[in-house]
């Protein structure tokens, strides 16, 4: 497979990860307080028995309360004295409806049992589709949260304790939130089988289980604790990545205070589900992740989820953003740490292409979006980070700093609002943000900024009298104007204001070139965001399957750009998908003859056209494809690899699904 369907498909479904999964339709009417949850996994049959007793408490006078629960689970419900209660299935829902036999008044507290069974060995009765959330076989099973293995409401705002006994076969291990010391070895009534016991005690979210045959190994640094579960097939990465997990975590524990907990478990997922999972003291990796060069990026997001989402988790789903953006801004500061403002940089154009790619829903309203659309990721991951990014530039580092910090340990344990950190960032600042907030959280667009000026002779320099003008007459923020000139280099804050702000900037060399928001310290568009932003809309096309609109975006992009390299090559990679090699072919050499941006088009459309080639019969012309890919030096997601495996041995394409 090509590297841009690759990286597309990792990256949209780490986004649908990261995001909060739906709520049920109707509004909860419970608050689950707490569970206590036995299961059996039996991986040989993919059965899960289990049986959780919950705690809640009533939101409304109610006489039912309706709970999310995987399709694939038959239930039994009971009340506190062991009688069965009547239930409703909704299937299209994913829900459990439960009817009492008396009003429980609002504020009373009630204890109810589920006893379910079921076979988790597919995604046909996943909560969302096409997504494998929970599943139970060999060699690794996992029970993420989002698979509602078991019975749920106000998913990612209803915070939670659990106690959570999750029987094995002998052999396997299982790894949860808040393990206990205690491990039962099988007995008479169950010969072969291991329990494995984890309490958490902090109401937060640890419904997520994952069990395989790992080799554990553990590594401390300072006070931190790091247990990595890897299968025998990785453990030559085990220590770069135990490396790098405590490298981001003790970076975020300087940034965001204390963790809710100082023991951290690195695991290995299977390459079945989402490529990543966090939960309590868990930051799991699709194994595809774990290569020899670490992909500290995914970890670090992964990790920091232990300070958004575990301890500081949304108040509603408009409030999303507090756990994906936060989480993708730490991402990039910890990027910025590691690798230096040139790669914060990217990070940056790579979220102001995302935020931009759905904007026609203010993110104060994504709670009325498909949490796992691509539009509702688009604005709560990255138009959420983008906003902590502008939120640092307007108030500087250090308040800036000093206001996450503090909102990270004031509402540890706890669910907050947008309002909550809006608040929290105007104390910092010593006046009102509400002009930011309203402009990014609850109005839709971005600034196209262009810039008319005229240069003076003035005394022994030059003077430079402009003027910025954009098309959002409510928006108000600084602006950076950088000018080059033929001595030093200066660089201006305006203060730009509704559609046109004058300027004066004075200088000593004479000016060259004068660049708006040269470090896109803004979410704007311009024509290089244009070209990104519909080749993004067209890669989620192509994961909907959805051809036609995706080459729509992709000329869209040509229409901008008509030399760029990447688009030509998203539309080779529709072709080929299609088996249109003829059409594939020449979009592969015009992507070669294009920019060159990025620079690994050069060398998986040199892998892809090699590709053609063996599939067509030409054998030697393949091999010159392969041949030209080595040459690039360019191993970008192992590009070399697939070049030298294909000349060894001809590529063979897949068979067509009858």
Known sequence: MAVARRLRAFVWIVSALMTLPALAAEK????????????????????????????????????????????????????????????????????????????????????????????????????????????????????????????????????????????????????????????????????????????????????????GNFEPQTFKSGGLTVHTFFTPAKKQYVQAYADSATKAFEYFSSLYGPPPSLDLNVVELPDDTLPTAWAPEIAGLASRAIQEKTNYRLLANTIAHQWWGVSVSPASMQDAWLTDGFA?????????????????????????????????????????????????????????????????????????DNTVRVFAITHAGKSASSEDFEEEAE???????????????????????????????????????????????????????????????????????????????????????ITIDPNDHVLKNSAEFKVRVAIQRGQDYVQQGDFENALHEFQKALDVNKNSSLAQYRIAEVFFLQRNYQAAANAYRASLNGDGEPRWTEVWSHVQLGKIFDATGQRDRATNEYRQALQTNDNTQGALDEARRYQQKPYQREKQAS
């Open 28 to 211: 909860p009417r419970v608050q689950v307080d707490s569970y206590a949850i036995n299961a059996d996994l039996n991986p040989k049959t993919h059965h899960l028995l289990a049986a959780a007793r919950l705690k809640f408490t009533a939101l409304d006078d109610i006489n039912s309360a309706s709970f999310e629960l995987n399709n694939a689970l038959r239930p039994r419900v009971l009340d506190e004295a062991g009688k069965p209660l009547p239930i409703e299935r909704i299937s299209q829902e994913n829900l459990v409806r439960v009817n009492f036999p008396k009003t429980i008044a609002k504020g009373d507290t009630q204890t109810i049992t589920f006893e379910y069974d079921g076979d988790l060995a597919n995604a046909d009765e996943s909560p969302v589709e096409g997504l494998k959330l929970a599943y139970v076989g060999e060699p690794t099973s996992y029970l993420l949260y989002s698979g509602r293995w078991f019975p749920v409401v106000g998913y990612g705002v209803n915070r939670f304790t659990a106690d959570i006994n999750i029987t094995v076969p002998t052999g396997m291990i299982a790894i949860g939130s808040g393990h206990a010391p205690s491990i039962t070895s099988g007995t008479a009534k169950q010969p072969g089988k291991t329990t494995f016991t984890f309490s958490w005690t902090k109401a937060s979210f640890p419904g997520t289980i994952i069990a």
């Open 328 to 400: 993708r801004y730490a991402q990039a500061r910890y990027v910025e740490e590691a690798a230096g403002t040139a790669a914060y940089n990217e990070e940056i154009k790579d979220m102001s292409v995302g935020a931009l790619a759905y904007d026609a829903v203010p993110l104060s309203g994504v709670g009325k979006l498909d949490p796992f659309s691509p539009e509702f990721q688009s604005l709560t991951t990255n138009k959420g980070a983008m906003i902590l990014g502008m939120l640092r530039w307007v108030i500087g580092d250090q308040l800036f």
């Open 427 to 513: 104390k910092h600042y010593g006046s009102k943000l509400q002009s930011f907030f309203s402009q990014w959280l609850d109005s839709t667009g971005a600034p196209e900024f262009k810039n008319k000026y005229t240069v003076y002779r003035a005394g022994k320099g030059f003077r430079i009298a402009g003027q910025i003008s954009q098309d959002l007459d409510l928006f108000a923020m600084p602006v950076e104007v950088k000018v080059d000139t033929d001595g030093k280099t200066e660089m201006k804050r305006i203060e730009v204001k509704g559609t046109n702000s004058p300027y004066v900037i004075e200088t000593f060399g004479k000016p060259r070139r």
